[in-house]
């Protein structure tokens, strides 16, 4: 059975950096895609980052420059390390990932994902 485990979030003052944690355990596809979404209060769920086994990388224009998707050498844990944050960043974000590969590069869009953590708040003030 997959399970995604979040860690990290929190307050922060605009401008400052958090970096959030997602720890896979049952996951082991060969071929495989993961990815952060994230949302706020109101809004639709929105992919900001995307990464697969081939260390491709996918970024939403609202977060490129700023936000990098990266995992650990053994491949189970994913990360998001989030620069210069900003109040529209605040939200709730979510890790997801699934068992595929994609030769346009992975996917940003929620329904390509089986698998998803718990959530995590993220808050920017000003």
């Known amino acids: 059975q997959v399970h995604l485990v979040q860690s990290g979030g929190g307050s922060v003052q605009s401008g400052g950096s958090l970096r959030l944690s997602c720890r896979t355990s049952?996951?082991?596809?060969?071929?495989?895609?993961m990815a952060w979404f994230r949302q706020a209060p109101g809004k639709e769920r929105e992919g900001i980052a995307a990464i697969d086994n081939d260390g491709n990388t996918n970024y939403a224009d609202s977060v490129k420059g700023r936000f990098t998707i990266s995992q650990d050498s053994a491949k189970n844990t994913l990360f998001l390390q989030m620069n210069n944050l900003k109040p529209e960043d605040t939200a709730m974000y979510y890790c997801a990932s699934e068992g595929a590969y994609y030769h346009g590069g992975p996917p940003l869009e929620d329904y390509e994902y089986n698998y998803w953590g718990q959530g995590t708040q993220v808050t920017v003030s000003s």
């Open positions: 049952g996951f082991t596809y060969v071929n495989y895609c």
